[in-house]
């Protein structure tokens, strides 16, 4: 059944609706693709009879010919999304067990729209990390290797387990969020498609939070064109989330495989950062020419802000989380430890329950809204941000969209990084700009670095104009004419 | 002023007070969940995942509460702000679930306004509010069902709150409780607070300094919780001696928040202010800027109702009603309403005096209020139509208010049916004076001595006819007889 998981998502949509075969046959197929990929660790909740049962049902629409629009193929759900009785745990111990009585808003409207879920994907602990190392559940891998290396890499995070689950061909597309570069930073290390949508497209209603003002939910996919599939779905207004946007979803796929002849793309200098590995700033250029050969207007603009943009981040975000993760107290549901006295009892739970990295940013972003510090810190990062969002607004000026590289490296060994904080945080350097900013951005694997694995390039939009994203992703896909596969040892 | 002061060992004290009320929105569902409010539901019956701070759970601000808020605004004369945003207050305990609340901080929705409050000798004062603003409920600890335990009740959790806080305006314990009756009063006017203290929708946090006559603000305690005017009164009193004491003794008073016990009517330390959390304040994330439409806060400060003062401005001047009597009938609306249904048409003064002095007097000894009234507003009026007719006495009234408390219905009917129908047949009482003067020549002859002694005849005319003699005819025909 190998060829039906190598399938696209929108080749699988084109199978079932022409009753090539079944979603039944269709879900089985990648139920045993992910049986058989528990080396990766990408699924930590593998739900099979639901998934059949869910194909079942959607076969059954299709044969009465009420499909929706994703009738019928199988995805796999980032644990961050709460799934009505189906346990969701962000990857926490806190979280271990809690299973939701409710359904997310994006999950929900891909149901609704007929999508199958295989389970849950792994993650870093509540969307906190660049490589899948903070999950309670242990580290994603990988299904890339550099040539001839059998060494474990990262798949990146936090989205690691959807972007490897992708990659693998385990499920036809994937849920994820993005903080800080949580979509864009796995789908360049593992060779798959990630947007990241304006905030406000994607409602948060039943996403555990990290960063209220920072999260936003999007697919990870096998392509461009199954990536607009897939956003179509989840996106929508929301009266649930108050920082839901209330415009009208478009339907992103016409968009894909459009035109770019005449469009303006603008290059940020700023992004041309030291110890930036050659081969990332030649597909840059790359990226640029196949571009310009598409009949793209090519400029160079300025960011200023771009260097303040990762310390304001990480000052934002923890304060957010700082705040959000406080209902994780041990008093109603999760994980409660014991201790003397009430203040026992929070601390135990805590200490018990949060990794170390979740731990840093609770404790930094504590820090940061400390009487005495707030200005220093949080306001002042908050000024930055619209510094920051003032710069994309003086650069629609000149350009229609932005092209950078996704990620200042390609994959790293598990392990690596995760003694220095520092270090792993730099790898959001150039996509948490655009959500301190709140616009759309892709990641669109454009090619191999030498050792062979796969890199990314970022289009950045204005708020609201994916389509634009989606138009200029395509054309690069296009020309990259991205193949590549991780070769099978799992 | 002098006469508020406390007298010390050392000298004499003047008392600092600014209250910051919590005044729960009467609305029907919480300020960001939706779910219902209400109260005698069972533990944890009204919860949303939202108010059990459920993952992924985001508020959604109640535009009614909204609407609440900026009618009380409006009802203080305060400045309503159009552009107002909602923080985050973050500190944990096991009956706030998200381990923050949603508070208004930098920015409330209400600022500046004022409320005229009476003393108890008819002078009036001003206190200034600082701000208004809206705030989630936590919710309800339950310490006493269980020696090793705590229990939570969450219905309370996420309910909106009004935060109203004045300006230090008080100098008095008085002052304070009549302000909070003032307050109070609007509120329910307004509609937006039913202001049910038994039932903790409407508490006070009362802070107290206390300073020579004359010098700056001293340093203040705050009283947490205070949910009675009694308590308000007596925590106040407790407090500013308590701070005298240590002043005179030489020491000085520390910033802090402090609990009253109704038991030991005293006050006691709860948190120093070095104990104090850093609520480390800052935007809630999940909600947008909360703007208003100038145009909306119009419509709604065009619906507001008579306001109290307005009320009794007018009972004055259109009912001719003593400043007194005004403020007692505006002082609760069914009152003014009942009043003003009693009094159409009628001698208002005498509907003031038999809603007042009888009904009311009646009514408060059993600790009702005018809703629990026996006596519907349309018997008041026709009680004293029948004063005003002369059918009845002002006395032979008083009887009739007795069968109409018990429950004899109209009393028209209770006159008939007793007999209590006024004698102003001066035939019948000319035949009573002729008889009561010859069997008492004695006093005949006094009463010519000195007229003023006439009300002993005036009392056995009473007496003979069982008080339905109109004394009027009564005192004519007397003179006339006896020459005087």
């Known amino acids: ?490 | 002023m002098s006469d508020k002061l406390i007298q010390g060992r050392t000298g004499p004290w003047e008392i600092v007070l600014g209250l910051e009320i919590h005044a729960q929105v009467a609305s029907n569902a919480k300020l960001f969940s939706g779910a219902a409010v209400g109260f005698g539901a069972g533990p944890n019956e009204q919860v949303s995942t939202v108010d059990a701070a459920m993952p992924g759970m985001l508020p959604v601000l109640n535009a009614r509460c909204v609407e609440l808020a900026v009618r009380t605004g409006l009802g203080l004369k305060a400045q309503i702000n159009l552009k107002s945003r909602f923080d985050r207050k973050n500190y944990f305990y096991p009956d706030l679930p998200q381990g923050y609340q949603i508070s208004q901080f930098e920015f409330p929705i209400v600022g500046e306004g004022e409320v005229i409050v009476e003393r108890d000798d008819g002078s009036t004062f001003t206190v200034g509010i600082e701000r208004l603003h809206l705030e989630q409920d936590a919710g309800k600890s339950i310490h006493d069902l269980d020696p090793n335990a705590t229990y939570v009740d969450l219905n309370r959790s996420g309910t909106a709150l009004m935060e109203i806080v004045s300006k230090p305006d008080m100098r008095s314990s008085e002052e304070a409780a009549a302000y909070v009756k003032k307050l109070r009063t609007i509120l329910v006017y307004l509609g937006t607070c039913d202001g049910d203290m038994e039932k903790g929708n409407l508490r006070a946090d009362v802070n107290v300094s206390v300073r020579r006559p004359g010098e700056g603000l001293g340093t203040r305690c705050e009283i947490k919780n205070v949910n009675s005017y009694r308590y308000i009164q007596q925590a106040i009193e407790y407090e500013a001696r308590r701070q005298i004491e240590i002043l005179e003794d030489g020491g000085s008073i520390h910033q802090e928040t402090r609990l009253f016990d109704p038991g030991k009517l005293e006050t006691r330390s709860m948190r120093s202010k070095e104990e104090a959390h850093d609520y480390r304040y800052f935007p809630d994330p999940d909600l947008l800027p909360l703007e208003l439409d100038p145009a909306w806060v119009k419509a709604i400060e065009e619906s507001l109702p008579e306001l109290p003062d307005a009320k009794k401005a007018r009972f004055q001047s259109q009912y001719g009603l003593s400043s007194y009597d005004a403020g007692v009938l505006i002082a609760e609306q069914p009152r003014a309403d009942f009043f003003e249904t009693a009094a159409k048409g009628r001698d208002a003064k005498l509907v003031a005096n038999w809603t007042t002095n009888e009904l009311l007097a009646r009514l408060s000894k059993d600790g009702h209020e005018i809703e629990a009234s026996p006596i519907p507003p349309t018997d008041i009026a026709a009680l004293v139509e029948l004063i005003e007719t002369g059918v009845i006495s002002s006395k032979i009234a008083k009887q009739v208010f007795e069968h109409m408390w018990a429950g004899e219905g109209a009393p028209a009917a209770i006159v008939e049916k007793h007999g209590l129908v006024q004698v102003t047949d001066t035939g019948a009482i000319e035949a009573i004076v002729d008889k009561l003067i010859a069997a008492n020549p004695g006093q005949a002859e006094a009463v010519k001595a000195k007229p003023q002694a006439v009300g002993w005849f005036v009392g056995q005319v009473m007496r003979e006819t069982g008080g339905k003699a109109n004394p009027a005819a009564v005192n004519e025909i007397l003179r006339a007889k006896l020459g005087v």
């Open chain 1, 1 to 490: 059944m190998s060829d039906l998981t190598s399938l696209t998502l929108k080749g699988a949509l084109d199978g079932l609706r022409s009753k090539a075969f079944s979603s039944v046959e269709l879900t089985q197929a990648h139920v045993d693709a992910v049986e058989a990929a528990r080396a990766l660790n990408a699924f930590v909740l593998e739900t099979p009879d639901k998934a059949l049962e869910m194909a079942r049902a959607a076969d059954r629409r299709i044969a009465s010919g009420e499909a929706g629009r994703l009738e019928g193929v199988p995805l796999g759900i980032k644990d961050l999304f709460c799934t009505e009785g189906v346990r969701s745990t962000a990857c926490s111990n806190i979280l271990t067990p809690f299973v939701p009585t409710y359904e997310s808003t994006v999950t929900a409207n891909l149901f609704r729209d007929g999508a199958v879920m295989l389970g849950k994907l792994n993650m870093d602990e509540f969307a906190m990390g660049s490589s899948n190392e903070t999950s309670a559940f242990g580290p994603v891998v990988n299904p890339w290797r550099i040539n001839g290396g059998n060494q474990a890499l990262t798949p990146g995070g936090s989205s690691g387990g959807s972007a490897s689950a992708v990659a693998a061909d385990l499920c036809l597309g994937a849920t994820a969020t993005d903080t800080g570069g949580s979509i864009r930073q796995p789908a360049a290390f593992t060779g798959t498609v990630g947007i990241k949508p304006t905030y406000g497209r994607c409602s948060r209603w039943g996403i555990v939070a990290f960063a209220s003002s920072l999260d936003q939910a999007g697919p990870i996919a096998k392509t461009v064109e199954d990536a607009a599939i897939l956003l179509t779905s989840m996106a929508g207004h929301d009266p649930k989330d108050s920082t839901s946007l209330p415009v009208e979803t478009p339907d992103f796929v016409p968009f894909v495989g459009k035109s770019v002849k005449g469009l303006r793309i603008g290059v940020p200098k700023e992004y041309r950062v030291d110890g930036m590995p050659a081969e990332i700033e030649a597909l840059w250029q790359q990226g640029i020419e196949w571009l310009r050969d598409a009949g793209c207007e090519i400029v160079e603009v300025s960011l200023p802000h771009t260097k303040y943009a990762l310390p304001a981040y990480y000052i934002v975000a923890p304060a957010e989380a700082s705040s959000n993760l406080a209902r994780y107290d041990g008093m109603r549901y999760g994980l409660r430890a014991e201790g003397a006295n009430l203040t026992e009892v929070y601390e135990n739970t805590r200490a018990q329950g949060f990794g170390e990295e979740v731990k840093r940013r609770i404790l930094i972003g504590t820090y940061v809204l400390s009487a005495g510090y707030y200005d220093a810190y949080y306001l002042k990062a908050q000024k930055v941000r619209r510094r920051i969002a003032d710069d994309f607004d003086e650069a629609w000026k000149t350009c229609d969209a932005l092209l950078t590289p996704t990620a200042p490296s390609a994959a790293f060994a598990l392990g690596e990084r995760n003694a220095d904080p520092i270090a792993m945080y730099l790898n959001d350097v150039f996509t948490v700009t655009t959500n301190l900013a709140g616009l759309p951005s892709i990641s669109v694997p454009a090619g191999l670095d030498a050792q062979g694995l796969p890199l990314g390039l970022q289009v950045i939009g204005r708020a609201l104009d994916e389509g634009t994203v989606f138009s200029v992703a395509g054309a690069l896909e296009k020309a990259a004419g991205f193949r590549a596969k991780a070769e099978r040892w799992w």
